[in-house]
């Protein structure tokens, strides 16, 4: 059976059936939020930065949310494919002790000990991220306003109630409650037009490398959200899934929206399923879950739902199987390591492809 679906808007299929597809053809990669799902991406992430982006020297835009984020961070590492491994390995072997009685663990206890691990990942290498050669990584964040501003056990609840009253009436509106905060290396531009969502762009550098990637993981209610990230605007940052789920960016920005007279080249996105839904709120409405013009240039990679259903559990890893397993947690250690051992085989398809591209098997995105 055949892991890999490959899928592509109109334009970035036009130029596969003239061109085929060279690693110099990719200007964009994006990672998505979606917690342990990003862990079936692994194995495309060693392949795709440790060995075929790294066969060119352009400059390529990383762009990431959440686990994204992390991932993205990641590939600016020196030795990426050990760095990838390492991520691999460390999330799927997190493990929050309970307190007697607890049946989860408390926000407070979560973040402070993901940002001990962040720490830890990335210690003394920040410099290796905010000042690669090639790439310029953009991490997404959702930052609080008004009532959302700061956090509180009353406020907080009632303030994504209204953001998800307020979202479903129209994405645009939410921006009354939450922003659009991205956190950009090297004085780089965005690589996306920002008309769609309200948003803030913030040089990162070492001061703030850290709680912005913190800030992009803190799922509301599960972590606490990030305050005052230094060169930011005060207030509460939140993951960047919220505004921007998987990303769905106008990446086919126009020339006077982007550089003068600069083509925006292609996407190539590595996501755990076909639909490129905007923003968290937006998963159960299934009518903003098609692709737009926003996407006309992507290249998406995504494992058949047919495969997916071998893997334990018959899914892709996900946040449910903390409950799940409970307190068995060689039992998820378990199921995710033979998840994401499967996974090599996305990549071994994919990098066959590259070798000889059959427009046959590229699917409308």
Known sequence: MQALRIYAGPEARRHIEQNGLKPEDISIVPGAAGGPKGLILGALDRFIFGDWLAQTNHPVDLVGASIGAWRMATACLNDPVTAFKRLE??????????EPGQKRPTADAVSEKFGQSLKDFYGGRVQEVIGHPRYRLHIVTSRGRHMLGREHKVATPMGYFGAFLTNSLHRKAMGAWLERVVFSTQNAALPFATADYRTRQIQMDESNFQPALQASCSIPFVLRSVRNIPGAPPGAYWDGGITDYHLHLNYHRTATEGTAGSSPGLVLYPHFQKSVVPGWLDKGLKWRHGATHFLDNMVLLAPNPEWTKTLPGGKLPDRTDFVRYGAD????????????????????????????PDVARVEVL
Request: charge should be negative; charged fraction near 20%.
């Open 89 to 98: 390995t460390d999330y799927i072997h997190q493990h929050y002790e309970l």
């Open 329 to 356: 947690l060689k039992g998820r250690i378990k199921a995710w390591g033979t998840a994401t051992a499967a996974s090599v085989q996305l990549a071994e398809e994919w990098a066959q492809w590259l070798g000889t």
